[in-house]
């Protein structure tokens, strides 16, 4: 991925009369170890009567010796080269072992043939201060080289300097500043005091405007710039030259291209050589052009080439809405710290230290941007075995008909700051929220840890141990048992108030537990999840009141209006009655056994049971308000419909404004519905999930995708690591497509199965599609396995489901996953690590099941916003043609093929070509240069090389990843 420069250099000297010019040395040719490859070169000298010898100094640079025989009025020197600007890695190198820690010494070999460029004739009191205090220091020599590079950077302020010459060492730190060639020399004496090999370089400074501003710092140039620059190498054992600027307090790079190298600043001029005495005119001109760009994952398109992108983009949305697909779109992109890439929650752990922070700063973020009135929630994600706690799961809910759920942002507590609260204000809340939901404040229950419980455990701690400051193995064990004795076993941890939904109104009641105190259960978690719930009065399995979520298929009408009556007479439920001046919730409808099932709890509904009475009006669900690190959480409980959900929001807002209290909301989000908006950010191990809320048109796609990657780039998340070697890769998350429909109703994949049938024979006969797009980790044991990777059987059971899918008529929704349930699996069974996962499609399993999704798992996360979409359009592109068109070819027996040629590039490209061909002669025309910075990306060049007229370049490949046996354990 280089782009390719032109710069030209001109310095033209015009005469008051002909002058004679004596031999002139013009040292203006790339030398011969320049990194920075030099694909043509032209010096054009006027007057053209000269003689010109090319020759090499004798220090091995490049010098074009010129001879005037005739008196001229002008002297010309104009330099034109093309420049490869490939970005490498400057630290691309090793060391002898001898030169691991610096100072060191040469070898008496090698200090001999290094004599011209450690000769040091002394220096002045600033210099040698400066020597003394570098002297005592030991470190690796890289880190040294780089400390001393930037100090020299920060010690000398540069400047401009028109003057000839170069400033002595004493000079420039007396004065504190110098140009270029001052702190090149600075640092060239420097380290010679310190016994290292040095030179002084001249040579040309190329800097390109960035295709993307730096977050913090200068962003360098505005606009693409060149010009003469000076600086240093320094010898090192094993590495040989290896370029340092002290301007820049930076390595030399592939911007730094060599003229001359030599031990004194005086052999490494530009141009030398005299003329008769005569009155003269100086035009000095130079500039960069860039005349190739390839394609580079921080500008992967042209102007023209994205304006062609959105072209196609609107014209498949045109032709999908005239089919009636009813498609929408999401997304999971993965991100990692930019500060810390190689840390272990950016590497392999799931949750750290930062990432709950960063990712609560991209939730704001991105509800300023989609969500204004969005809920913010806080709630348990998935809980793998082998870790201790479950993971955290963020979350943004906001109407799709832009009512808001949430006004008052100020309200919404920010998770970085102490508030102060405590039980005071716990206690309080719990109160005012009773009293604006229309129910009894007095059933609200004061929450402890279990006392009896961690005595225990103190007990069982060794006599010599403090609990305070226990040495347990478990971090996790010993950080809450010194949390606990630290605030006191008998302080109050939270206040819970039963609450559920009763006929109409809200209810809430007594828990007759065995002593009168809720002792929660042992853990960290939020209280909500630790509430003694066996301990409540026992209920028959017939009588329990579980909470039941509508089927996902049914037909809803329009959430009402926020401004309407808090309880929602859409429900279908009666009407509950509200005071005018208060808001609170009157009572409606009566309990199990007559009691009223508003806020009285009188009679039946607050009678003790008896002994193996079922107890079916107790109430098993409670709303929870616990003080945390100074900030007040409120736990919501399990609700049936998003009005009662929506209506509970409502009343904490309410009492969080009365109150002034700002709160977290916790515990179970709102169930699913369609008329609800979804945005989630969760931990995986290694990286930031984001869960994107689905898109219905291209224009929508494209907002939602580069306003994610642009608010997470300015949370300090990247899309992009390095590798050891410096290979450039993603996340190591995957960037997951989720296609379905606005509703499960809508999904064209229910209503079509022979969509999804074409998709999966499709990628099947093109195995580009499972590889150029995916991470590292490929092949059967992946995240994501191809269907003919995990079975060899796999492919004939495929092809009897493709004979039951039915190719017109109504189809029952739950067909298409009768047909792919136990096809569509890894070699485990496990239906989600898959190419294509149908978890969410119409799964019996639950209602979050039966969604009408299908994720497309291939797909890894590009370092660019574009080429994210590059890959959504291919896909919407194959929908839009299957939709008219099924996918009817047979499936393909690639046996051994499938690795041994599609883990080349090569190949990979050769079939690509003929899937964007086929999509043209279908009437949408990719282009295959669309998707060059993906081939880039995923098969980086190494390098080519021509023999006998055969050119060969390399590449990296592809190489699947298999699981490695179990270790034994000293557990066995």
């Known amino acids: 991925m280089s782009i390719h420069v032109a710069l030209h250099h001109r310095t033209h000297y015009t005469y008051d009369r002909p002058v004679a010019h004596s031999p002139h040395i013009v040292r203006l040719r790339p030398a011969p170890h320049s990194r920075t490859p030099i694909l043509a070169y032209s010096l054009r000298i006027l007057p053209k009567d000269h003689f010109i010898n090319w020759q090499q100094d004798a220090f091995a640079n490049h010098a074009a010796r010129i001879v005037f025989p005739s008196k001229s009025t002008e002297l010309l020197v104009e330099v034109d080269l093309v420049a490869e600007m490939s970005v490498y890695n400057p630290f691309d190198f090793f060391l002898e072992d001898s030169a691991q820690e610096a100072p060191f010494a040469y070898d008496a070999a090698l200090k001999k043939d290094l004599a011209p460029y450690m000769t040091w004739p002394g220096a002045g009191p600033r210099l040698l201060a400066m020597i003394d205090a570098w002297r005592v220091r030991r470190m690796r020599t890289i880190d040294f080289l780089v400390e001393i590079n930037r100090h020299v950077q920060q010690a000398v302020k540069y400047l401009i300097r028109l003057e000839p010459g170069v400033q002595t060492p004493e000079e420039t730190l007396g004065l504190k500043s110098g140009s270029c060639r001052d702190s090149g020399w600075l640092l060239v004496q420097l380290l010679r005091g310190l016994g290292f090999a040095t030179r002084f370089v001249s040579g040309y400074l190329i800097q390109l405007k960035p295709d993307v501003k730096s977050l913090d710092g200068p962003s360098g140039a505005d606009s693409d710039f060149t010009d003469l620059h000076a600086w240093c190498e320094v010898y090192l054992p094993g590495a040989g030259w290896i370029g340092l600027d002290p301007t820049s307090g930076l390595m030399a790079g592939e911007g730094h291209i060599p003229l001359s190298c030599t031990p004194e600043p005086q052999g490494a001029a530009a141009v030398t050589g005299a003329v008769d005495p005569c009155e003269s005119v100086l035009v000095h001109e130079m500039r960069v052009t860039r005349i190739h760009e390839s394609p580079r994952v921080t500008k992967p398109y042209t102007r023209e080439q994205w304006e062609r992108i959105e072209v196609l983009g609107r014209r498949i949305d045109a032709d999908l809405v005239a089919g009636d697909v009813r498609l929408t779109m999401g997304g999971e992109p993965t991100f990692v710290s930019i500060d810390d890439r190689e840390g272990e929650e950016w590497s392999t752990a799931a949750v750290g230290p930062t990432k709950r922070v960063l990712s609560g700063e991209l939730l704001r973020r991105l509800r300023a941007k989609f969500a204004p009135g969005g809920l913010l929630y806080h709630g348990q994600g998935k809980w793998y075995p082998g870790e201790a706690l479950p993971r955290w799961a963020l979350g943004c809910f906001w109407r799709k008909d832009g009512v808001p759920v949430w006004e008052d942002e100020s309200l919404i507590a920010d998770e970085r700051k102490n508030y102060g609260h405590g039980a005071v204000e716990a206690e309080k809340f719990a109160a005012r929220f009773a009293e604006n939901a229309g129910v009894e404040k007095r059933w609200i229950l004061p929450a402890y840890e279990d006392v009896y419980y961690y005595l225990w455990k103190e007990r069982r701690l060794p006599a010599n141990v403090d609990p305070l400051q226990s040495k347990l193995e478990n971090p996790g064990e010993r950080a809450r048992l010194a949390r606990l004795f630290q605030t006191g076993l008998g302080s109050v941890v939270g206040y819970v108030l039963p609450f559920a939904r009763g006929s109409g109104d809200w209810r809430s009641g007594p828990w007759f537990l065995r002593d009168e105190t809720l002792w929660l259960l042992p853990g960290d978690?939020?209280?909500?999840?630790?509430?003694?719930?066996?301990?409540?009065?026992?209920?028959?399995?017939?009588?329990?009141?579980?909470?039941?979520?509508?089927?996902?298929?049914?037909?809803?009408?329009?959430?009402?209006?926020?401004?309407?009556?808090?309880?929602?007479?859409?429900?279908?439920?009666?009407?509950?009655?509200?005071?005018?001046?208060?808001?609170?919730?009157?009572?409606?409808?009566?309990?199990?056994?007559?009691?009223?099932?508003?806020?009285?709890?009188?009679?039946?509904?607050?009678?003790?049971?008896?002994?193996?009475?079922?107890?079916?009006?107790?109430?098993?669900?409670?709303?929870?308000?616990?003080?945390?690190?100074?900030?007040?959480?409120?736990?919501?409980?399990?609700?049936?419909?998003?009005?009662?959900?929506?209506?509970?929001?409502?009343?904490?807002?309410?009492?969080?404004?009365?109150?002034?209290?700002?709160?977290?909301?916790?515990?179970?989000?709102?169930?699913?519905?369609?008329?609800?908006?979804?945005?989630?950010?969760?931990?995986?191990?290694?990286?930031?999930?984001?869960?994107?809320?689905?898109?219905?048109?291209?224009?929508?796609?494209?907002?939602?995708?580069?306003?994610?990657?642009?608010?997470?780039?300015?949370?300090?998340?990247?899309?992009?690591?390095?590798?050891v070697d410096g290979r450039h890769t993603g996340t190591g998350g995957g960037n997951?497509?989720?296609i379905g429909g606005a509703t499960p109703a809508d999904s064209p994949l229910l209503r079509r199965p022979d969509l999804l049938r074409s998709l999966l024979a499709y990628w099947q006969n093109h195995p580009s599609l499972s590889y150029l797009f995916s991470g590292l980790f490929i092949g059967p044991t992946s995240q994501h396995p191809r269907v003919d990777e995990a079975r060899n059987d796999a492919l004939h059971e495929l092809e009897l489901a493709f004979r039951q899918?039915?190719?017109?008529?109504?189809?029952?929704?739950?067909?298409?996953?009768?047909?792919?349930?136990?096809?569509?699996?890894?070699?485990?069974?496990?239906?989600?690590?898959?190419?294509?996962?149908?978890?969410?499609?119409?799964?019996?399993?639950?209602?979050?099941?039966?969604?009408?999704?299908?994720?497309?798992?291939?797909?890894?996360?590009?370092?660019?916003?574009?080429?994210?979409?590059?890959?959504?359009?291919?896909?919407?592109?194959?929908?839009?043609?299957?939709?008219?068109?099924?996918?009817?070819?047979?499936?393909?027996?690639?046996?051994?093929?499938?690795?041994?040629?599609?883990?080349?590039?090569?190949?990979?490209?050769?079939?690509?070509?003929?899937?964007?061909?086929?999509?043209?002669?279908?009437?949408?025309?990719?282009?295959?240069?669309?998707?060059?910075?993906?081939?880039?990306?995923?098969?980086?060049?190494?390098?080519?090389?021509?023999?006998?007229?055969?050119?060969?370049?390399?590449?990296?490949?592809?190489?699947?990843?298999?699981?490695?046996?179990?270790?034994?354990?000293?557990?066995?």
């Not at 910075?933 to 592809?958: K, Y």
């Open 525 to 723: 978690s939020p209280i909500g999840y630790r509430l003694p719930l066996d301990s409540i009065p026992w209920v028959s399995a017939g009588d329990y009141p579980y909470v039941n979520h509508p089927d996902p298929m049914q037909p809803q009408a329009p959430l009402p209006p926020r401004t309407s009556p808090v309880s929602f007479q859409a429900r279908g439920g009666p009407a509950s009655s509200v005071d005018p001046k208060t808001g609170r919730l009157g009572a409606a409808g009566r309990g199990p056994k007559g009691g009223n099932a508003g806020g009285a709890g009188t009679d039946g509904d607050t009678a003790r049971p008896e002994a193996q009475q079922s107890a079916s009006w107790i109430l098993r669900t409670a709303m929870c308000f616990e003080p945390r690190e100074g900030r007040l959480h409120v736990f919501f409980p399990p609700v049936t419909s998003l009005e009662d959900y929506l209506e509970l929001v409502s009343v904490v807002e309410r009492t969080s404004r009365e109150l002034a209290i700002p709160v977290v909301l916790e515990g179970t989000p709102p169930p699913f519905d369609p008329r609800l908006n979804v945005l989630k950010v969760t931990p995986d191990p290694g990286v930031i999930e984001v869960n994107l809320h689905p898109a219905h048109s291209w224009d929508e796609l494209v907002a939602n995708t580069r306003t994610t990657y642009e608010e997470a780039r300015q949370t300090r998340l990247g899309t992009e690591k390095f590798m």
């Open 805 to 972: 899918v039915p190719t017109q008529g109504w189809v029952p929704p739950w067909l298409v996953d009768r047909l792919f349930r136990n096809l569509l699996v890894d070699v485990t069974g496990n239906t989600h690590r898959t190419e294509f996962s149908i978890d969410k499609l119409y799964s019996p399993d639950s209602a979050t099941g039966r969604l009408g999704l299908v994720e497309l798992r291939s797909f890894e996360m590009p370092p660019h916003a574009e080429m994210s979409l590059a890959q959504h359009l291919l896909l919407r592109a194959a929908i839009a043609r299957f939709w008219k068109q099924p996918y009817e070819h047979h499936l393909v027996r690639w046996g051994t093929q499938l690795h041994d040629r599609f883990l080349l590039p090569h190949f990979v490209w050769q079939d690509f070509e003929d899937v964007v061909e086929d999509m043209r002669e279908h009437g949408y025309p990719l282009e295959t240069s669309w998707f060059d910075p993906h081939f880039e990306f995923r098969f980086p060049r190494i390098g080519d090389f021509t023999r006998r007229a055969v050119q060969v370049e390399l590449r990296n490949a592809l190489e699947p990843w298999h699981v490695l046996g179990e270790e034994g354990g000293g557990g066995g």
């Open 736 to 738: 997951h497509i989720v």
